[in-house]
């Protein structure tokens, strides 16, 4: 298990860049699955990108614009969101995969959440 605290979130219009940081503290850091995130009102938790032993997966929604890293410790995890668009307003959460060294399932259930941070993206 694993404490996550997210931050970087803001108001933006349309266009502009944001990045978001999740710092992770605790047992079983490294090697764990990380990811990012999105809930609007009314929707599910959806992923957006996550990352494990430096491969990468996006959504559709976020290829081209957002890239995931993390530091060399697996300590920090990073989004880099450019091109906003009102669409990927919500509040953006980090998770860490349950199940130990691989990612799991893309659901609430199966990952440790930090408490979000609001992204909000105007026209």
């Known amino acids: 298990e694993v404490q996550l605290v997210e931050s970087g979130g803001g108001s933006v219009q349309a266009g502009g860049s944001l990045r978001l940081t999740c710092v992770a503290s605790g047992d079983g850091i490294s090697g764990d699955c990380m990811g990012w995130f999105r809930q609007a009102p009314g929707k599910e938790r959806e992923l957006v990108a996550r990352?494990?032993?430096?491969?990468?997966f996006y959504a559709d929604s976020a290829k081209g614009r957002f890239t995931i890293s993390q530091d060399a410790a697996e300590t920090t995890v990073y989004l880099q969101m450019n091109s906003l668009k009102p669409e990927d307003t919500g509040k953006y959460y980090c998770?860490?995969?349950?199940?130990?060294?691989?990612?799991?399932?893309?659901?609430?259930?199966?990952?440790?959440w930090g408490h979000g941070t609001q992204v909000t993206v105007s026209s």
């Open positions: 998770g860490q995969s349950r199940i130990g060294r691989a990612c799991a399932p893309s659901k609430v259930e199966n990952y440790y």
């Open positions: 990352i494990w032993f430096g491969g990468t």
